[in-house]
């Protein structure tokens, strides 16, 4: 339970402020009171490692709380009939996943796994020559820390993945059930109607009251040839705007709180935290599912599954959970000597949205951000839940172009735009938290403490660099190798550098940029200064140094028909070749979509849902 919830600690704290006067303790009770509505145990469903331990028998066991796992527990227990069993690597959400603004000071704490890729000819000025790829390991997984973008992703994505043999997944199909998990707040129109619903668990909100930096990049964008667009998750996607988000009453609204907190107290749903999947069980000599072992506390805990086992962990625990399963590639689970129960091609066709930056300044003025002025901030936003930090503004807008075919409805670019205040990198420090190295950081450091710094980030959305993961060891506890392999094919860095002509340093060059004072700032570094500015090869350079990965990580566990020789799962997201066992999750993309994967995963987990329940109450037939 969280401190402030806890009647004897906040009694012991206010009984110690007595002297301080009325006015100040009845200050501090409202505090524990509106953190406790945030962030309190109760909102949760209790850890049922009792329940299983008395009785570990279960329909069905979703692995991993996440984007998806949490959405599949949720539909699955709709049946009265079914018990269920979802399992959790991490615990409860914390008061930083709740606050909106504080998103990014979850990225090396306890609710992240905190991943780092393996080296390679990117992320070079990183301390382990390595990106970060954070991952929620907490209720809600990484809906529980990302940046709350809602965002479909393109059309032709989903009809591309059903022209290759992925039955029931076109853009038609699946637009059900983006509407189905939806509660759209903003203007309810006819045309809306098409592409939005109202009557789903996930809170989707239109940004209000603009910032003016907001305002001043869209009036950019438009000035070189952009068009500002009303809603990227309706009719079109190419554009600039700034982005719906998965935020209510001005909370992060996760698939936690979508899917888990209402229905906590559902008597078929048990819900396991702070353990970890280590492998899935089958019946021996068979490829029949039979349950799945868990770690926790020390002790090996087994539990047995009915019907199914769905794996929910995501594009790197997923595959790594098989692969110990003995589901992978021959060779390499017979090299770390682990029982080879189906050959697949799992941890392979790891795709992810791979970005660069560029920096712009402004001189501050008179304005300063003080610890003083971001703790008031703060203060508001508990007592009356308004302020800076009720929502991710101003680093809401996104933009989507291609920049080969700029009439082209699919964009093989798209743009973040982060907008950092004087001295604040003392307080939200980006490049610490990802791991870069003392130059990189001190010099960033020192531009921001007295200018605002905006990165225009340039998103590769379909890499031709494809990577993969594989086990480092037998182990469960040790963390798979991953290899990104970004900017392997060289067409990834061509992308990348139009973009940074077409649009990153093209603002710049605007009306508005000029007026408002924005100046282009590039970081020294050595291995780039042996270049001009602004040529291919500095602009490689920077990519190269300073490269993100948009944590997006995709597709390991393919999905695609018998004939796909990449592929580990069929339509109807089951293991190939055994019974029992689905994956549900964005592991399963056979390519990466063109935009944010949030709400593409959560639209994965609703189809797969309803294929599970298709598959046992309308057919009658055990898989």
């Known amino acids: 339970m969280s401190w402030a919830c806890n009647p004897a600690v906040t009694s012991m704290i206010l009984d110690s402020y007595q002297v301080a006067g009325p006015l100040f303790v009845q200050t501090l009770q409202t505090l524990f009171a509106a953190q406790c509505a945030l962030t309190s145990d109760h909102l949760w469903p209790d850890d049922a490692t009792e329940s299983v331990l008395q009785d570990p028998n279960y329909d069905f066991i979703v692995v991993g709380a996440g984007s998806a796992g949490s959405v599949v527990a949720n539909r699955l227990s709709e049946v009265p009939d079914w018990k269920v069993l979802l399992v959790e ?5 914390a008061l930083t996943t709740e606050v909106p603004q504080l998103f990014y000071s979850n990225m090396g704490t306890s ?10 000819n990117a992320c070079r000025s990183y301390t382990t020559k390595g990106c970060a790829w954070p991952r929620g390991k907490v209720l809600g997984g990484s809906s529980s820390i990302n940046g709350m973008f809602y965002v479909r992703a393109n059309k032709a994505d989903y009809d591309e993945w059903a022209a290759d043999g992925n039955y029931g997944w076109s853009y038609d199909e699946i637009l059900p059930y983006f509407k189905k998990s939806e509660n759209f707040t903003g203007e309810f129109t006819e045309e809306r109607s098409k592409y939005h619903g109202r009557d789903g668990p996930i809170n989707i909100v239109e940004p209000t009251e603009p910032n003016v930096f907001e305002q001043l990049i869209i ?17 079109e996607q190419m554009g600039i705007t700034a982005c719906q988000s998965n935020i209510k009453d001005n909370y992060r609204y996760s698939t936690a709180r979508a899917f888990l907190s209402n229905v906590r107290d559902r008597k078929n749903l048990h819900v396991m935290k702070n353990a970890l999947v280590t492998k899935v069980l089958f019946h021996p000599g068979t490829k029949s599912v039979k349950g799945i072992q868990i770690s926790k506390d020390g002790q090996d805990i087994i539990v047995n599954a009915k019907k199914e086992v769905i794996l929910s962990g995501g594009a790197i ?21 682990i029982e080879v129960i189906e050959d697949l091609p799992v941890g392979e066709n790891l795709q992810d949205h791979v970005f660069a930056p560029v920096f712009y300044s402004k001189e501050a003025g008179e304005y300063s ?7 008031a901030a703060f203060v508001e936003y508990l007592l009356k839940g308004t302020g800076l930090f009720k929502n991710t503004s101003p680093h809401r807008v996104i933009s989507f172009m291609n920049t080969t075919h700029p009439d082209s409805s699919m964009p093989d670019i798209q743009h973040h735009h982060l907008v950092m205040p004087p001295s604040v990198s003392n307080m939200v420090d980006v490049f610490e938290k990802h791991g870069f190295d003392d130059n990189i950081y001190q010099q960033y450091s020192e531009i921001n403490k007295n ?3 905006m990165h225009v980030y340039s998103v590769v959305l379909r890499p031709k660099s494809k990577g993969k993961i594989i086990l480092k060891s037998k182990n469960p506890h ?32 605007t009306k508005t940029f000029e007026a408002a004072g924005w100046k282009l700032k590039w970081l020294k570094i050595d291995t780039c200064d042996a270049f001009e500015k602004t040529t291919d ?10 490269t993100f990965s948009l944590y997006h990580p995709t597709s390991t566990v393919k999905m695609g028909p018998k004939t796909d020789k990449g592929a580990v799962v069929d339509p109807e997201l089951r293991v190939y070749n055994v019974k029992g066992l689905r994956v549900i999750d964005a592991s399963i993309m056979p390519d990466i979509v063109r935009g944010n994967t949030n709400a593409p995963t959560i639209m994965i987990a609703e189809r797969g849902s309803d294929m599970i329940k298709e598959a046992w109450l309308n057919k009658h037939t055990e898989l």
């Open 111 to 120: 609710l992240d796994w905190g991943y780092k890729t393996e080296p390679q």
């Open 317 to 337: 625990n997923s595959p790594q959970i098989l692969m110990l399963s003995g589901i992978g590639p021959k060779q390499h689970l017979e090299d770390l000597d």
């Open 89 to 93: 690597a991490g615990g409860n959400p």
């Open 537 to 546: 090869e500095y602009l490689e350079c920077i990519a190269r140094e300073l």
């Open 478 to 509: 040790e963390y798979p190798l991953i290899h990104a392999n970004y900017f392997d094919d060289p067409e990834d860095v061509k992308t990348m550098i139009r973009s940074m002509r077409q649009y990153a340093l093209k603002l710049g060059e």
């Open 369 to 375: 951000t003080s610890i003083e002025a971001i703790s």
């Open 219 to 235: 009036q950019a964008a438009v000035e070189i040839g952009l068009k500002n667009l009303s809603d990227v998750n309706g009719a």
């Open 451 to 453: 200018n605002f710094m």
